[in-house]
Antibody, heavy 121, light 107 residues
């Protein structure tokens, strides 16, 4: 059974930093692209960032480019999102999602349950 | 960026009836379009990929059609568990983008 378990969310002040983690199980992690998708409570879905199977390709939404950094550790079956210079409009649930193949032009066949990031003073 | 426009925003349907949801792209996607279902308090779930291929374990009452810029998700004979929000997503070009969603509610 595929499982994606996020952690690291919480309350942070504007300008602060946070690191999200996602531990994957139930599939061969290093065969697939992994992404982050966020959702403001009660609103729609927004793609944030994606990383290819071998970390060669990283993509970012314009809204987070230069502030967020995605990475993965295939030996630990883990995906990360380093978030810096956080703003109130970054407040959202952040979902770890599995791509259906190895590069970043993907749909998502599995989703984690999400971790809530709240940016507020 | 490819803009995905879903309509209607809300669809009121009686159980047992058919629901037809639309998704329009601002440029051609070929068939690189997926549909997701999201229920309150849950993560989205993949329904359809490649515009028309059902994901594993998705009931046959869900079907997708279209190509290029116009896509449709049809749910025949709505069941109580189908009342949810539905999103389309393009994966043809970077950045990946989602539609704003269609809420299917009980009439």
């Amino acid at each position: 059974e595929v499982q994606l378990v996020e952690s690291g969310g919480g309350l942070v002040q504007p300008g602060g930093s946070l690191r999200l983690s996602c531990v994957a199980s139930g599939f061969t992690f290093d065969d697939y692209a992994m992404h982050w998708v966020r959702q403001v409570p009660g609103k729609g879905l927004e793609w944030v960032s994606g990383i290819s199977w071998n970390s060669v390709a990283e993509d970012y939404a314009a809204s987070v480019k230069g502030r967020f950094a995605i990475s993965r550790d295939n030996a630990k079956n883990s995906l990360y999102l380093e978030m810096n210079s956080l703003r109130p409009d970054d407040t959202a649930f952040y979902y770890c999602v599995k791509g259906f193949l190895y590069d970043n032009l993907v749909y998502y066949d599995y989703w984690g349950q999400g971790t809530l990031v709240t940016v507020s003073s | 960026e490819v803009v995905m426009t879903q309509s209607p925003a809300t669809l009121s349907v009686s159980p047992g009836e058919r629901a037809t949801l639309s998704c329009r792209a601002s440029q051609s996607l070929s068939s690189n379009l997926a549909w997701y279902q999201q229920k309150p308090g849950q993560a989205p779930r993949l329904l359809i990929y490649g515009a028309s291929t059902r994901a594993p374990s998705i009931p046959a009452r869900f079907s997708g059609s279209g190509s290029g810029t116009e896509f449709t998700l049809t749910i025949t004979s709505l069941q109580s568990e189908d009342f949810a929000v539905y999103y389309c997503q393009q994966y043809n070009v970077r950045p990946l983008t989602f539609g704003g969603g269609t809420k299917v509610e009980i009439k």
